[in-house]
């Protein structure tokens, strides 16, 4: 698959890793590959009976799709189809662009309210423990995913990324990351930027395990979640 036209060429930084990060992230793609399969696959056999009443209450509520799949960008600029349980109305993506005042990072690249009137009362609780996320265990399976990095991004936002930005897209995104676990939504894109670079270049199995064991408590305490 080849990257979308629409995006700005890509900077040479995401071509090969600079020789200073090879220490660290050269043999990281195989062991976080291996560390995906060991765990996603048990974890969504373990969970299907879950997904099965997630699935009956979102039908039940309106009757509309279950899933919400969207486009987003992986690794070197590449899209991938991702997934999500729905938690907004139906036409949710169409009355967006009413709401875009409330934006809580102002005029930035991403878009998060307080409180959205799109989100229906199944979606607010599954938002609330990250439970909506858990279809991406599929993504992760895939290769698109892996289950700590960056977040995907959509399209809408990398056109407008910086050089230093589009270094997120340096390695595969993920279900969790390190601002996840760390405010999630209540923190500003310039740092989530910052804290993606920072674990890219540091990034290893033992910060890998630790971020995956800090979700846990970040999840069930449920800060930053809208």
Same mark, same amino acid.
């Given at each position: 698959m080849t990257t979308i036209s629409?995006?700005?060429?890509?900077p040479v930084a995401l071509e090969a890793p600079a020789p200073s990060a090879l220490a660290t992230t050269h043999a990281t793609p195989v062991v976080k590959r291996l560390? !995906?399969?060991?765990?996603?696959?048990?974890?969504?056999l373990l969970l299907s009976p879950f997904f099965a009443l997630?699935?009956?209450?979102?039908?039940?509520? !309106?009757?509309?799709?279950?899933?919400?799949?969207?486009?987003?960008?992986?690794?070197?600029?590449?899209?991938?189809?991702?997934?999500k349980f729905r938690t907004m109305v139906v036409n949710a993506d169409a009355v967006k662009s009413a709401l875009l005042a409330q934006n809580i990072h102002g005029a930035g690249i991403t878009f998060k309210i307080k409180r959205d009137?799109?989100?229906?009362w199944v979606g607010a609780f599954l938002r609330r423990f990250s439970i909506d996320?858990?279809?991406q265990l599929?993504?992760?399976?895939?290769?698109?995913? /892996?289950?700590?990095?960056?977040?995907?991004?959509v399209p809408s936002e990398?056109?407008?990324?910086? !050089?230093?930005?589009?270094?997120?897209?340096?390695?595969?995104?993920?279900?969790?990351?390190?601002?996840?676990?760390?405010?999630?939504?209540?923190?500003?894109?310039?740092?989530?930027v910052e804290m993606d670079r920072e674990y890219i270049r540091t990034q290893s199995?033992?910060?890998?395990? /630790?971020?995956?064991?800090?979700?846990?408590?970040?999840?069930?305490?449920?800060?930053g979640a809208y």
């Open positions: 629409y995006l700005p060429a890509l560390l !995906d399969l060991a765990l996603c696959g048990p974890a969504m997630v699935a009956l209450l979102i039908k039940l509520q !309106d009757g509309g799709p279950v899933f919400y799949k969207s486009t987003r960008i992986g690794k070197g600029g590449v899209p991938f189809e991702f997934l009137p799109r989100i229906t996320e858990l279809p599929w993504n992760v399976l895939r290769g698109d995913m /892996s289950l700590v990095g960056p977040r995907p991004a990398v056109v407008q990324y910086t !050089d230093s930005d589009m270094e997120r897209l340096k390695v595969i995104p993920g279900i969790t990351c390190i601002w996840q676990v760390s405010g999630r939504s209540e923190i500003p894109f310039e740092r989530q199995l033992w910060m890998d395990l /630790s971020l995956l064991l800090r979700t846990i408590p970040a999840v069930l305490h449920g800060k």
